[in-house]
Each structure stands twice: as C-alpha cells, then as structure tokens.
C-alpha cells in the first residue's frame, strides 16, 4: 500500500481504480481494511482511494498530541490535496462519518457527494461521555484486547457473530490491532465532539445514508431522523447487518453505493 508524509506524519492508504475520486473513511477502532470490498467492487468506475487515519493502521500517529474530529479532517484534506483527489465523494462510517460533518463544514467546495454510513449527528450524551472515559482507562490498563472485545457484539450481529467465524477473526484482528494510545485519542476526539444536527440543513450535495437493520451504536431511526433533515439525501437500510455494515453486508452496502452514485453523480 502507498504512503505519503502530512505535516511529518506517515499516512498509508489503499487506492483502486480512475475517475471521480470515492474517499472511504473508517471507524473507530477499525482501519481502512473494513473497505476492501467496496475498494474492490467500485473501483470499475471510480478512483477508490482508503486511507488510514492518523495512528489507526499503517498510519503513524501523530506525534505526542491528541487529535480532534476538525483536526483530522484537516490532515485529510491535506491528504486528498495532496494526492490531488478533489472534488471528491466522502463516505464515513461511524467515526469516519463525524469526521465527514467536521470535513463538509471546512471544505464544502471540494465535496460533489457524501455518503453517511452507521453514523449520526450528534454529539455524546453525558452518560455517553462517561462511557468514553471508562473506555479510556480500559485502554490505559489493558491495551486493544478489552477494548476489542466490548466492541464485537456491536460491530456484528450475534448471528455473525455465531455462524461466521471468519468475519468473526477478521474485525477482531483488526480492532485488536489498534494501538491503545490511537484508542485513547480517538475515544476522547468522540467525546469532545460537535454536535451536528443543525448543520444537516444546509447539506447542500447529495447524500446517501447507509444503516445496518440492527446497528446498536447509530440505530435506523438516528439514520432516518438526518435522512429528514439533509435535503439531497437518500436512506438504505441495509439487512442483516449490525454497525459494520461494508464488512457484514458487503454486497448490499455496495449496490446502494453504486445505485446512488450512478443515479446522483453526472
Ligand atoms: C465507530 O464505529 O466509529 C464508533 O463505534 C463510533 C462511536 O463509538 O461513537
């Protein structure tokens, strides 16, 4: 995978494909590998490009100071300027999503669509920030393992998670393989953040939202209530899938990706 240097940082990425530029941010604590079938599938007719965010992945992380969800859509788009992939179509899922709100407030001109996935709007809850901090300490003490492990029965449905031993190792490895101090900065990045919803709006590009039927952390009716907000946008809910949607219902998510994209995008 190719790399290249933002502000001295090392930021390693996964790129598929020619024509309009699809930028596929991951969640949290997941790297750009939960994309590998969308990078696969659209790269027909779009240039894929999959980074690693600072510190998750092959990325290095920033050095010796916490990032913010502003932040890191500023270092993307010294990335996308960079690999000069702008104007662009963002898709995010979950923490990539909050970093897409961050990123269409700063740079709305360099975006011609966006795609929500598993995400939401607003802001953590107080009982939501006092989770983030108990995550936190978990992450202090014990390192990627815990962390990984509370994160499973979210990330799939308990039928996956019964039936699909594969997928089942897959997303461990990966959330296992996030290191704890990127852990640690990115649940307080979470924390800290913005609350959204009245910027939806005054979305002006055409937006598709993208929900598993049984994603527990940003649940169908979260995705509904933006899909009424965001003038341009379109709701797909995606069955059989719990918040990792791209890596549980791959075919699905990338039917609704193409659909929209060749629908919405001239
Ligand atoms: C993610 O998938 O990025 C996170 O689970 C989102 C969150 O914890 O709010």
Redesign the pocket.
Known sequence: MPNITINNQKINYNEKGRGLPLVLI?????DNRIWDSQLAALSDKYRVIAPDLPGFGQSQPPPKSPFTLESLADTLHAFLTQVKATPCILAG??????MSFAYERKFPTTLKALILV???AEA?TPE?KAG?NKMIETARTGGSKPIAAT?LP??ITSDSQQNRPQLVQQVNAIMEACPPQTIEY??AA?RDRSDYRDCLPSIAVPTLIIVGDNDP??PPAVAESMHKAIPHSKLNIIKGAA??STMEQPEQVNQAMRQFLSSMIK
């Open positions: 991951h969640g949290f604590p997941l899922l979950s923490m990539g999503g909050y598993d995400t939401k953590d939501g983030r994160m979210k990330m990115a649940l979470m952390i940003t918040h990792l």
